[in-house]
T-cell receptor, first 111, second 114 residues
Framework: DQQVKQNSPSLSVQEGRISILNCDYT??????FLWYKKYPAEGPTFLIS?????DKNEDGRFTVFLNKSAKHLSLHIVPSQPGDSAVYFC??????????FGQGTTLQVKP | KAGVTQTPRYLIKTRGQQVTLSCSPI?????VSWYQQTPGQGLQFLFE???????NKGNFPGRFSGRQFSNSRSEMNVSTLELGDSALYLC?????????????FGPGTRLLVL
C-alpha cells in the first residue's frame, strides 16, 4: 500500500522556467507534508513543508501547494536553475512523526 | 550548528555478519529516526527514538534494532546480514517527537553486503 505517490519518475525543464513536481497521498491522517531534495550518495536536504491547515507555503523560489480534497500537493520552483537538478521526494507524516516517502522525481534543469 | 553526522560513511560486510551504525543528531535535537534507502523500495522508515525510548517502528525484521543514549546519539544494529540489506542507511533528527516535526537527515552510511 503506497500511501504517497510521485507518479512522474522524471521531469526535464529549461533553466529559468517553472518546475512543477507533483505528489498524491491516500492517508487522510497525514497532517504535515515535506519536500526534500537529494543528490546521489547524500542524505535528503529539507526544502519546505506545509501543515494540513494551510493550502500554500512559500520560501524563496520554492512554493508548496496543498489540495486536501484532492489529496494532492505540488512543489513549484521558479525560476529553475541547473543546481536544482536532483531527486525530489515528498513525504507525509501524521501525529507519530514517522515520515512516509514517495518514490521520488528526478528533476533535470537544462542550461 | 553542525548537522547530523553518521559513521562510518561506507561499510563492506559479508553475509551472516553483524553491523553497528552510529548517528549523532543536531545539537539540541532529541528525536532520531532511521530510514533505509534501496533502489527498489525507496526510502523506508525503520524506527524512531525519543528520550531513549523507541516511539515507532517500521515493518522490518527483528534483525534490525536500535537504541538511543542519554546524549541523544543513536546506534542501529543489523544482525545476520543478508545480501538484501545492502542499502543507504539514513539517520534523521528532530527537535521533538510527534506531529508536524521537521526531520533533518545526515549523509548516510552506505552498506554493502557481499
Amino acid at each position: 500500500d503506497q500511501q504517497v505517490k510521485q507518479n512522474s519518475p522524471s521531469l526535464s525543464v529549461q533553466e529559468g522556467r517553472i518546475s512543477i513536481l507533483n505528489c498524491d497521498y491516500t492517508n487522510s491522517m497525514f497532517d504535515y507534508f515535506l519536500w526534500y531534495k537529494k543528490y546521489p550518495a547524500e542524505g535528503p536536504t529539507f526544502l519546505i513543508s506545509i501543515s494540513s491547515i494551510k493550502d500554500k507555503n512559500e520560501d524563496g523560489r520554492f512554493t508548496v501547494f496543498l489540495n486536501k480534497s484532492a489529496k494532492h500537493l505540488s512543489l513549484h520552483i521558479v525560476p529553475s536553475q541547473p543546481g536544482d537538478s536532483a531527486v525530489y521526494f515528498c513525504a507525509g507524516s501524521s501525529n507519530t512523526g514517522k515520515l512516509i516517502f514517495g518514490q521520488g522525481t528526478t528533476l533535470q534543469v537544462k542550461p | 550548528k553542525a548537522g547530523v553526522t553518521q559513521t562510518p560513511r561506507y561499510l563492506i560486510k559479508t553475509r551472516g555478519q553483524q553491523v553497528t551504525l552510529s548517528c549523532s543528531p543536531i545539537s539540541g535535537h532529541r528525536s532520531v529516526s532511521w530510514y533505509q534507502q534501496t533502489p527498489g523500495q525507496g526510502l523506508q522508515f525503520l524506527f524512531e527514538y525519543f528520550s531513549e525510548t523507541q516511539r515507532n517502528k517500521g515493518n522490518f525484521p527483528g534483525r534490525f534494532s536500535g537504541r538511543q543514549f542519554s546524549n541523544s546519539r543513536s546506534e542501529m544494529n543489523v544482525s545476520t546480514l543478508e545480501l538484501g540489506d545492502s542499502a543507504l542507511y539514513l539517520c534523521a533528527s528532530g527537535q521533538a517527537w510527534g506531529a508536524q516535526e521537521t526531520q533533518y537527515f545526515g549523509p548516510g552510511t552506505r552498506l554493502l553486503v557481499l
